[in-house]
């Protein structure tokens, strides 16, 4: 009963006043008050972009259907993964057609995933079930994401990655600022024991931790860094900041997704410092032009 009345006295409050949830949620994740007329940390960049930047290529990159025809039209088609199928019902899976392997996943959010590494063992009747409560769900409304609830829901299923050893493969999560790669953040087992690693360019490790705590291993330096970095760069070039992420299979770099509100902007930073150094490579400046002229403030329907 309280979680019901919770969740529609946020929708009311995130109805009648977005800059007010956002700041809600900005004090209730993180524990800092949001400054969204002078904001100078990281995080509090994000919910500035959240509330004002209205850019409908986000929605176009945000969307995991639409943003393969962005990678090709950016000359990256050969990183894409193999694509089974795209379906707008979940009556259209046939499962029967599937390989013994596969990653069903919408195209309207983040963390709808369902990974299948044994057919024999899925639960189809769960699995259509889980599917098709996702697709009736708007993804980002709760996070104040804008750009996930213009996006028409879809089913896509991929193929399964793996290394050829059979072991899991690492997430290679490349932060860009004005175009250009600064970071790489490195996620192990995140389905898990998760751990993560931060890096920059050169592959040093950084001293500073976002969330999860670090590998307790060596994480060599990918053999092609330097292109997974020039094709993130290529991908970013038109906004002011974005996350380009990738997977490695052997040598070959496939392409993630583009997210452009890490962790939706309440992820801390240990230390606390970084998130002001991570906020100074955003130039507002560039797009807040651009922003003022957008008349439609509505940030949902």
Known sequence: MFNSIRKKAMTVLFKVNYEAYLKFLYKWYTGYTLNLDNPVRFTEKLQWLKYNWRDPLLTVCADKWLVREYVKDKGHGSILNDLYGVYNH?????????????????????????????????????????????????????MGEWNYSKIQPKILCEKFLQNEDGTSIHDYKIFCFGGKAYYIQVDVERFGDHRRNIYDINWNLMEFRLRYPPVPFEIKKPVNLEEMISIAEKLAEPFCEVRVDFYCVGERIIFGELTFFHASGYQKFIPEDWDFEWGSLID?????????????RKPFG
């Open 90 to 142: 979940v009556e259209e899976i046939d499962f029967e057609r599937l390989p013994d392997q596969f990653v069903l996943k919408c195209n309207h959010g983040s963390g709808y995933n369902i990974i299948c590494k044994n057919k024999n063992e899925l639960d189809v009747k769960k699995t259509r079930k889980q599917l098709t409560r996702w697709l009736k769900e708007t993804c980002g409304l709760w």
């Open 284 to 296: 507002l400046s560039t797009i807040k032009e651009e922003c003022l002229r957008d008349k439609n």
